[in-house]
């Protein structure tokens, strides 16, 4: 299935090549967002409500000097779109220490990863996170934490043999509190918004510990049915923020994240992954932007701080002025793979092209920098140091020793020389984004 990206992208993508930014090409823009949206499970209403604004904002439209009709008319897009999801970000905040945060979520949401994450998160952050694991219908609910996250130095509090998560949670949260944590995170029993007994069970969890909040986990793969689950959960417990998982597979996450946002309820997260740091702060703006193909600096930056990227002021002059070796290549994609999928990175960089490549190109890149670094293993320090005395002789005799096609060498070397091009010019690169997209309204 095309994805929310890649449908908007070709819509914007057709208007722009059309001769002219005349009704037609304005009608069939509209049409192609709305195939876009609904593909993605977002509300028939909300699709409606979004065209009809753009029409009449477009037919509206009067292009500052400088700016082309056509501009124009992508930027009120991508402004409808942003509006359509929140329209500004929702940050976390600790109003007190310490901070008891309640998680609750329908069974197979991804709750208990997706606390490990917060925790890890605001860890990271600064904060001094602690868990309670009140999960006592799931007996493997706390060794999951202590898998996740018993080597981060997070401290979790859990009794496997007991059936009392009142109980379990009052002894937990005070325990966490001990060791110094000013904010403690409670992982409760998963659970359906028809189990009675379950739903029972959280409203007396809130009243005995009295949480400062409680923050909801809503799987991203299940569109629009979000809203239902957000507001049935309000209901017993007084949702103080969502985070929305698995958005890096869910085609139908712009259906959950419109649905949530039409309760009013904040997203404060999404979860964009498997590994522990594949979390974000949800910013509409982002996130509309990654869609879209327009450079997301500050994602990146903040993926590669999250994973301890470690590159000293001389590696990165060496990258920067283009004098790097293949060796100090393929270190730094070795180092950048820790972020997550190569091709989830290439989206945020500020190279013109990258961003529009597909998903699947895109999701070969891990693959292929795999065979780079057993290509470079495979060569000589002398081949390393100057890639360029490398023949076709060399070549086979790399690619026998690292067990990849010979194809995949002399590639490595091309794209070895292009890299030292582009690193030349990439802190100009993030200046060629678009001005036009991102002018307030006027």
């Given amino acids: 299935m095309v994805s929310l990206g890649e449908a908007l992208r070709s819509a914007i993508s057709k208007f722009m090549g059309a001769p002219t930014a005349d009704r037609q090409a304005i009608e069939e823009l509209i049409r192609g967002i709305q195939r876009a949206l609904l593909l993605s499970d977002v509300n028939v209403e909300l699709v409606k409500k979004i065209s009809d604004s753009v029409k009449k904002r477009a037919e509206e439209a009067k292009p500052p000097p400088g700016i082309s009709r056509k501009d124009q008319i992508v930027k009120i897009v991508y402004e409808e779109l942003i509006g359509l999801l929140g329209g500004t970000a929702k940050k976390f905040e ?107 069970e959280m409203a007396e969890l809130q009243e005995k510990i009295r949480p400062d909040e409680v923050a909801l986990v809503i799987d991203g793969t299940i569109g629009q049915q979000a809203k239902t689950q957000a507001e049935a959960f309000n209901k017993t417990a007084k949702i103080g923020w969502i985070i929305i998982t698995k958005m890096d597979t869910s085609a139908r996450g712009g259906g959950a994240l419109s649905a949530v946002v039409a309760t009013g309820a904040p997203i404060y997260f999404i979860g964009t992954g498997e590994k522990l740091g594949d979390i974000e702060p949800f910013d509409p703006k982002r996130y509309i932007a990654r869609l879209l193909g327009i450079p997301d600096i500050e994602g990146l930056i903040e993926r590669v ?138």
Avoid at 140 to 157: F, K, R, S
Avoid at 163 to 189: H, M, N, P, Q
Wanted: charged fraction near 30%; charge should be positive.
């Fill in 94 to 200: 600790l109003r007190k220490k310490p901070y008891v945060l309640m998680v609750v979520g329908i069974q197979g949401s991804g709750k208990t990863t997706t606390i490990a994450k917060i925790a890890y998160y605001l860890f990271r952050n600064g904060y001094r996170p602690g868990v309670v694991c009140a999960d006592t219908y799931r007996p493997a609910a706390y060794e999951q934490l202590v898998q996740l996250i018993g080597n981060t130095g997070i401290p979790i509090y859990g009794e496997p043999n007991s059936g009392d998560a009142v109980s379990i949670t009052l002894r937990g949260v005070e325990e966490i509190k001990k060791k110094g944590c000013d904010i403690v995170i409670i992982d409760t029993a998963g659970r359906h918004r028809d189990q009675e007994s379950l739903m029972k």
């Fill in 305 to 442: 701080r999250m994973a301890e990227i470690s590159v000293t002021e001389e590696e990165a002059e060496k990258i920067l002025s283009g004098k790097f070796t293949l060796m100090d290549m393929v270190k730094q994609i070795r180092e950048l793979r820790k972020t997550g999928p190569l091709g989830k990175l290439v989206k945020m960089l500020p190279i013109p092209g990258l961003g529009n490549l597909p998903d699947e190109e895109l999701n070969k890149m891990e693959e292929q920098a795999k065979k780079w670094e057993a290509a470079v293993y495979s060569m000589t320090p002398e081949e390393r140091e100057d890639p360029g005395i490398i023949d076709s002789s060399r070549a086979r005799r790399i690619a026998r020793g690292a067990g990849i096609a010979e194809k995949d060498v002399k590639q490595l070397v091309k794209q070895y020389q292009e890299a030292r091009k582009m690193m030349r010019s990439i802190k100009r690169a993030q200046h060629r984004v678009p001005k036009e997209l991102f002018m307030k309204k006027r």
